[in-house]
């Protein structure tokens, strides 16, 4: 699974719309669709976003494009 996947699988599960996730977050639109699209990966929304879909740091940096960036 990417991260875009698993933030989209958690926002359907939470129920969260793209705005209000955005309002919770306290980022702007641009900032969550890139997180959403998976290109951005880290940075300092990310720990308020884990926190706010309840994904834990193992199960993020177990995604396979976070893998990906480790190794190279």
Do not use: D
């Not at 958690?10 to 705005?19: A, D, E, L, R």
Request: aromatic share 6%; hydrophobic share 30%.
């Amino acid at each position: 699974m990417k991260t875009k996947e698993l933030l989209n699988e958690k926002i359907k599960v939470k129920g969260y719309s793209k705005t209000k996730l955005q309002n919770t977050v306290g980022c702007c639109e641009r900032t969550l669709r890139q997180y959403l699209k998976g290109t951005t990966v880290s940075g300092p929304y990310l720990t308020k976003l884990l926190e706010v879909l309840e994904i834990s740091v193992t199960e993020w940096n177990s995604c396979e494009n976070i893998k990906m960036e480790e190794a190279e």
